[in-house]
T-cell receptor, first 114, second 115 residues
Framework: AQSVTQLGSHVSVSEGALVLLRCNYS??????LFWYVQYPNQGLQLLLK??????LVKGINGFEAEFKKSETSFHLTKPSAHMSDAAEYFC????????????FGGGTRLMVKP | GAVVSQHPSWVICKSGTSVKIECRSL??????MFWYRQFPKQSLMLMAT?????????EQGVEKDKFLINHASLTLSTLTVTSAHPEDSSFYIC???????????FGPGTRLTVL
């Protein structure tokens, strides 16, 4: 069975500061890992995904994440936060195929202070 | 490409009535569609997986007779909440996957409020 844990339901950073959102996963097979962003009353937008190629994955809006198998982690980072980054972020895992059912973490609300 | 729409975007209904939510893949054929439910300030929980032309597979704890899913074509899946109750109020999100894509594409969601 697969599972995802996101440490920190709320993260607050100042504009221009580093963003670090943590995600740890559990999977019985090599996982496919995803980060999604959700703005209020909207669906999910894919930020980036890991599909067993490069361990450092670059996504949209300046975000990137590094797959670390030894730590079972897939933390999301962005060097400099922007006010528009304030949103809910979800880490997700699927097994067998990147298009298979997704298991989501609990989500992390990112707040950006001016 | 790979756009998924949902209709309606929000709906308010009376307790005891049924509500149908549509999920459409606009520019690709969706062989598989997923339905998720999201309570306020919570994560998404998979309700069911539907493959075109076959019965949906429901997750444990999801009542299949209450949440009717139909995936009759490669571009449309519907979720009908039957005899809705206030506890069914939630944000329902669908996603779709096609043979040409190795990922899911999400719809914008439907907010259901049952009075």
């Amino acid at each position: 069975a697969q599972s995802v844990t996101q440490l920190g339901s709320h993260v607050s950073v100042s504009e221009g500061a580093l963003v670090l959102l943590r995600c740890n996963y559990s999977s019985s097979v090599p996982p496919y890992l995803f980060w999604y962003v959700q703005y209020p009353n909207q669906g999910l937008q894919l930020l980036l995904k890991y599909t067993s190629a490069a361990t450092l994955v670059k996504g949209i809006n300046g975000f990137e994440a590094e797959f670390k198998k030894s730590e079972t982690s897939f933390h999301l980072t962005k060097p400099s936060a922007h006010m528009s980054d304030a949103a809910e972020y979800f880490c997700a895992v699927s097994e067998g195929s990147a298009g298979n059912m997704l298991t989501f973490g609990g989500g992390t609300r990112l707040m950006v202070k001016p | 490409g790979a756009v998924v729409s949902q209709h309606p975007s929000w709906v308010i209904c009376k307790s005891g009535t049924s509500v149908k939510i549509e999920c459409r893949s606009l520019d690709f054929q969706a062989t598989t569609m997923f339905w998720y439910r999201q309570f306020p300030k919570q994560s998404l929980m998979l309700m069911a997986t539907s493959n075109e032309g076959s019965k949906a597979t429901y997750e444990q704890g999801v009542e299949k007779d209450k949440f009717l899913i139909n995936h009759a074509s490669l571009t449309l899946s519907t979720l009908t909440v039957t005899s809705a109750h206030p506890e069914d109020s939630s944000f329902y999100i669908c996603s779709a996957r096609g043979n040409s894509y190795n990922e899911q594409f999400f719809g914008p969601g439907t907010r259901l409020t049952v009075l």
